[in-house]
């Protein structure tokens, strides 16, 4: 799966992140079908997948949370606090932040 950052092109969902959350840092990429948000804040990331044709199947979660969890630093998160919540046409992957690395 490849992952495409269509961040210009959602310049308004951005803004509004920034502006209403506690995010620091917001990029949008897209894999086919599927639209992932990656959330940065100072305690926690968060990766939204969002799929409107259809339900997003456990191996593109996988595929795409280690994706991202490759991007950050060693010892920056728990791998045991890493929670994954699916509902039909949306998966939500939250990422706790260790003490050290969110100061």
Do not use: C, W
């Not at 969902?13 to 804040?41: H, P």
């Not at 969890?69 to 929670?83: E, N, V, W």
């Amino acid at each position: 799966m490849k992952l495409i950052n269509v961040t210009n092109s959602h310049s308004r969902l951005v803004l509004n992140q920034l502006e209403n959350t506690d995010a620091e840092l917001v990029k949008v990429y897209t894999a086919g079908d599927t639209t992932v948000i990656f959330t940065s804040a100072p305690n926690h990331n968060e990766i939204l997948l969002i799929n409107k044709k259809r339900n997003i199947r456990p191996t593109e979660v996988e595929e795409i949370k280690n994706y991202f969890l490759k991007k950050l630093p060693d010892g920056s998160y728990d791998p045991a606090t890493i929670s994954v919540i699916q509902m039909p046409e949306v998966v939500e992957i939250s990422i706790k932040k260790t003490l050290s690395s969110s100061r």
